[in-house]
């Protein structure tokens, strides 16, 4: 598959980003081109088109296949795995949201809770201490309890909500 000069910038680009947000270069970058592909493709494509090794590919696909936002596509005639991601925007963004709350704010959340629980009973430790983690602690509870409403939405009452940007200032009599 040869990428022009647009595909590629996009594909560099997400590989790029997926680093800074903690994914690997080659994993981010496999998702990348599965999404601008408007077939599905095996792992030698894949391999041959971003040029890194075909064991990077399996794992990568390993990985984007775990998190929910590729799965194997049947291709007529052909006997190799073929892959897709997930086509509509929002479903991808909600599954990503959701894997990275499973894995990322929930043991944090956990954590926090034990920390907030552990400080209470503990006599040596500072005032300070307990208000600042419980601070914390309800911070992400709530942050978290408003994203699992949120996540409920259907797709277009979530967009709609996302297109509002400042006029929540003004529902919430904020306006100035």
Same mark, same amino acid.
């Given at each position: 598959?040869?990428?022009?000069?647009?595909? @590629?910038?996009?594909?560099?680009?997400?590989?790029?980003?997926?680093?800074?947000?903690?994914?690997?270069?080659?994993? +981010?970058?496999?998702?990348?081109?599965?999404?601008?592909?408007?077939?599905?493709?095996?792992?030698?494509?894949?391999?041959?088109?971003?040029?890194?090794?075909?064991?990077?590919?399996?794992?990568? %696909?390993?990985? =984007?296949?775990?998190?929910?936002?590729?799965? $194997?596509?049947?291709? %007529?005639?052909?006997?190799?795995?073929?892959? +897709?991601?997930?086509?509509?925007?929002?479903?991808?963004?909600?599954?990503?949201?959701?894997?990275? $709350? $499973?894995?990322?704010?929930?043991?944090?959340? +956990?954590?926090?809770?034990?920390?907030?629980? @552990?400080?209470?009973?503990?006599?040596?430790?500072?005032?300070?201490?307990?208000?600042? =983690?419980?601070? =914390?602690?309800?911070?992400? @509870?709530?942050?978290?309890?408003?994203?699992?409403?949120?996540?409920?939405?259907?797709?277009?009452?979530?967009? !709609?909500?996302?297109?509002?940007?400042? $006029?929540?200032? !003004?529902?919430?009599?904020? +306006?100035?």
């Amino acid at each position: 598959m040869k990428l022009s000069p647009v595909q @590629q910038k996009f594909v560099l680009h997400w590989g790029e980003m997926g680093t800074r947000w903690g994914i690997n270069r080659t994993v +981010a970058q496999v998702h990348a081109l599965l999404f601008i592909s408007e077939q599905p493709l095996n792992a030698d494509d894949l391999t041959d088109t971003l040029k890194v090794a075909r064991s990077n590919v399996s794992n990568s %696909l390993k990985e =984007l296949q775990g998190w929910g936002i590729v799965h $194997k596509a049947a291709v %007529l005639g052909e006997r190799r795995d073929h892959f +897709a991601t997930t086509a509509d925007v929002w479903e991808m963004f909600q599954i990503i949201l959701d894997e990275r $709350k $499973k894995r990322e704010i929930d043991p944090t959340l +956990a954590m926090l809770k034990e920390c907030v629980d @552990q400080a209470q009973g503990a006599a040596g430790e500072s005032d300070f201490t307990r208000r600042r =983690l419980t601070e =914390l602690h309800d911070m992400v @509870q709530n942050l978290t309890r408003w994203y699992t409403q949120i996540r409920h939405l259907p797709t277009g009452a979530m967009i !709609k909500f996302v297109k509002m940007g400042s $006029k929540v200032w !003004k529902v919430l009599g904020l +306006a100035s």
